[in-house]
Each structure stands twice: as C-alpha cells, then as structure tokens.
C-alpha cells in the first residue's frame, strides 16, 4: 500500500487537490503495479511563512522573480 505525501502552499481549491490526489494515484498504481485501491494520498497545506527555499521565506515562485529581477538590474 503506497502512502504518498503531499506537502502545498495553502490556497488551492478541494477540485484541484481532487484532481492531483486522482493523477497521483494512477501514477502510483501504474509504477508501483498495485490496485489504485491501495493508494493513499496525504496532502497537507503550509502557510507561505513556512515554506523555504535558499534559506529564506517565500514561495519557490517569490524566489524566482526576485532572482530574475536581480539578474535584470545587472544588465
């Protein structure tokens, strides 16, 4: 029985957790070769000041265009 975790930035709707949780599964089933049945998909949400990436706080997003805008002001 796989159990997979999922850890996410809060905010996205139940549909969209469904949705994942749903492709997850198949992915699983298919590459372990167990009944999709078996599956089991944790998903748990983090607020955006628990989330870091380089050692500082933000979305991996956040960190993205503050490095592209760095990048920018050199040029």
Not at 25 to 33: D, I, P, R, V, W
Not at 41 to 55: N, R
């Amino acid at each position: 029985m796989p159990i997979i975790e999922v850890h996410i930035l809060e905010g996205r709707s139940s549909e969209i957790k469904a949705q994942a949780a749903a492709a997850i599964s198949k992915a699983a089933a298919e590459g372990f070769g167990v009944s999709i049945d078996t599956v089991r998909i944790l998903v748990t949400e983090h607020k955006k000041d628990e989330f870091y990436v380089g050692g500082r706080a933000g979305r991996a997003s956040d960190q993205t265009r503050v490095a592209t805008s760095a990048a920018e002001d050199k040029a």
